[in-house]
């Protein structure tokens, strides 16, 4: 059941990974070109063409278009690029940030109290309400919106390390070690990093499908990623005031979103499950 969720993540996750990657291939349109002619047309519209020979061909537009007439289809597989990479982002950035701090906290217990109060000033205020904070203060575009996401993200690794660092610490092998003079630096190395690995993955899921999620809430509230860059939470916003009339241009961004979310999270625990020793020994 474990292995079968994990699975299911990956190839879930794969499959819009891959349309993300190979977005042309999976789409007629260019998902900026405006075309008042197809303003708010319903999924499945054609469009007649002519070629550079003088021909016509139709296409179709499987997902609709939007009040500017461009194709809902090619911006949804477009933004999947801009929405992954935000996730992976702060994902990675986030753990190994946090992985530092957290080692440090754990181990060194001098510094303990100073970076965890203020780890705990940090996660008081909503992840959100941070991040467009972050985002208002400087200017609009993909690396602002990376940092805003990470800076909230950041105590939730530290607080994960931290306590499997004070655990360890307390091992037999661990003060072994110590008690041989070994250096802080190889000490935690070779005993402690280890240990905080299992746990880091399963959280970096997690924190990758959270990225995901808030930086299509500031996009949706217009302090994310320009709205010439398309993501799945620009593409919501600029739908949003005609969705009584045609709900195809937040229907469909939103089934991708929503998708992915559930696929990484499905992910994050089935590897819970299966890196977590004490589930393993009850199997």
């Known amino acids: 059941m474990h292995s079968g969720t994990v699975v299911a993540g990956i190839v879930v996750l794969a499959l819009i990974v ?41 296409v179709r537009h499987w997902m609709g278009t939007d009040s500017l007439g461009r194709d809902v289809a090619s911006r949804v597989v477009y933004g ?18 946090g992985l530092v701090i957290g080692l440090t906290a754990g181990y060194v217990r001098s510094l303990d109290g ?45 607080r994960l390390v931290r306590a499997v660092v004070l655990s360890v610490r307390e091992e037999p092998y661990v003060e072994a070690a110590i008690s041989l003079g070994t250096p802080t630096l190889p000490l935690i190395v070779r005993h402690i990093l280890p240990n905080t690995l299992p746990p880091l993955i399963v959280q970096a899921t997690y924190v990758c499908a ?8 500031l996009s949706f509230l217009g302090v994310g990623i320009p709205s010439q860059v398309p ?22 961004p939103g089934i991708f979103l929503a998708l992915t979310v559930l696929a990484v999270n499905m992910l994050g625990d089935g590897l819970r499950d299966s890196l977590d020793p004490r589930l393993q020994r009850r199997l």
Not at 38 to 58: F, H, Q, S, W, Y
Not at 120 to 139: F, W, Y
């Open 80 to 97: 999947a690029r801009a929405s992954l990479l935000v996730g992976l982002s702060v994902a990675l950035i986030s753990v190994c940030i």
């Open 114 to 158: 100073v970076i965890m109060r203020f780890m705990d000033g940090l996660m008081a205020i909503p992840a959100i309400l941070l991040a467009i904070a972050v985002v208002s203060l400087s200017s609009a575009g993909l690396l602002a919106v990376i940092v805003a996401i990470v800076i909230p993200e950041v105590p939730r690794v530290v």
């Open 210 to 217: 959270s990225a995901i999620l808030i930086e299509a809430i």
């Open 18 to 58: 891959a349309m993300g990657l190979a977005a042309p291939l999976f789409t007629d349109f260019d998902p900026t070109s405006i075309n008042p002619v197809m303003r708010n047309k319903t999924p499945g519209a054609i469009e007649t063409l002519r070629t550079d020979d003088g021909k016509t061909v139709e």
């Open 231 to 252: 993501t799945w939470g620009n593409i919501m916003a600029e739908g949003r005031t005609l969705f009584r009339v045609y709900p195809h241009t937040i229907l469909y």
